[in-house]
């Protein structure tokens, strides 16, 4: 792994020497893609074909790997091309589907209401934490490292 990729795995957002140095163990972007690939904390599932489909919309040709990397691949890759804003929007509308795939569910089925509420609920969550980010990605673009003089 080269150094730039290895700078990008730790905060896609900013690439200052400075705070690299100062990361902890699990950084904030590996803690992203934690929430992303555990459904129990995100509420939904993404599959390696999902994480492909987000991909080509992308104007990625994704390999097939583990979905934790090829997640992480996606955002290095939107990063580098200028796209995070448009990858995160990605993911949002995926969520969406995913909501409403789950209100189906809950209409069909009343029954299952108690457990697909709690999905939504962790969903929404996600939804609003990557619109919080969407924020982050225009704070960042315009923050230009400090010269090292």
Do not use: C, H
Not at 51 to 68: D, H, Q, S, T, Y
Not at 75 to 91: N, R, S, V
Not at 124 to 149: G, H, R, S
């Amino acid at each position: 792994m080269d150094m730039n990729e290895k700078d990008l795995m730790k905060n896609p957002f900013m690439t200052n020497m400075k705070f690299l140095q100062q990361a902890e163990e699990e950084t904030e972007f590996q803690r992203i893609l934690k929430i992303l690939t555990v459904p129990s904390k995100s509420g939904i599932y993404i599959s390696r074909y999902d994480l492909r489909k987000m991909g080509a919309l992308l104007g990625v040709n994704l390999p097939i790997r583990e979905r934790k990397e090829m997640l992480k691949d996606l955002f290095i890759y939107a990063k580098q091309m200028d796209k995070l804003k448009d990858f995160l929007d990605i993911i949002i509308n995926f969520i969406d589907y995913r909501i409403s795939q789950y209100n189906e569910i809950t209409d069909q089925f009343p029954k299952t209401q108690k457990l697909t509420s709690q999905w939504v609920k962790k969903a929404n969550a996600l939804k609003q934490f990557l619109e919080n980010m969407k924020k982050e990605v225009d704070i960042y673009k315009d923050v230009k490292p400090n010269p090292p003089f």
